[in-house]
C-alpha cells in the first residue's frame, strides 16, 4: 500500500509559480512510476508530467517548457514546480504512484490539491 499526500497549491496571478510536493510513505518509493494529473469539473484527468524510477521525464505539451517534475528517492518525494502560470492550468492536482508487476498496473492516488490561477 502507497500513502500519498500533497501539499503546495493555492492562487497564484498569470505569469507566476508554484511548486506543488508528494510525500509518500509505505512503499520502495524508487521503484514507482510518479505522476502528477490534473483535473477540471466537467474534463477527464490527464497527466500532466511523469517521472520514472531512474529520472526519465515526459510532459503534456501544454506544459513543455514551464513545468518541471523531479523526484528526490531518499525523502520519497516528488515535485512539480510549475512557471509562468496560464488561467488554463487552473485545476485540482493529483499525484500518482504506479508500478506493472507481470503485466498487472498497481496505482495509487492522493487526495488533490487546488491549483487556481487568476488574477
Known amino acids: 500500500q502507497v500513502h500519498l499526500v500533497e501539499s503546495g497549491g493555492g492562487l497564484v496571478q498569470p505569469g507566476g509559480s508554484l511548486r506543488l510536493s508528494c510525500a509518500a510513505s509505505?512503499?520502495?518509493?524508487?521503484?514507482?512510476?510518479m505522476g502528477w494529473y490534473r483535473q477540471v469539473p466537467g474534463k477527464q484527468r490527464e497527466l500532466v508530467a511523469a517521472?520514472?524510477?531512474?529520472?526519465?521525464?515526459n510532459y503534456v505539451d501544454s506544459v513543455k517548457g514551464r513545468f518541471t517534475i523531479s523526484r528526490d528517492n531518499v525523502k520519497k518525494t516528488v515535485y512539480l514546480q510549475m512557471n509562468s502560470l496560464k488561467y488554463e492550468d487552473t485545476a485540482v492536482y493529483f499525484c500518482?504512484?504506479?508500478?506493472?508487476?507481470?503485466?498487472?498496473?498497481?496505482?495509487?492516488w492522493g487526495q488533490g490539491t487546488q491549483v487556481t490561477v487568476s488574477s
Open positions: 517521472i520514472t524510477g531512474g529520472g526519465s521525464t
Open positions: 509505505g512503499t520502495i518509493f524508487s521503484i514507482y512510476t
Open positions: 500518482n504512484a504506479n508500478r506493472m508487476i507481470s503485466a498487472v498496473k498497481y496505482e495509487y
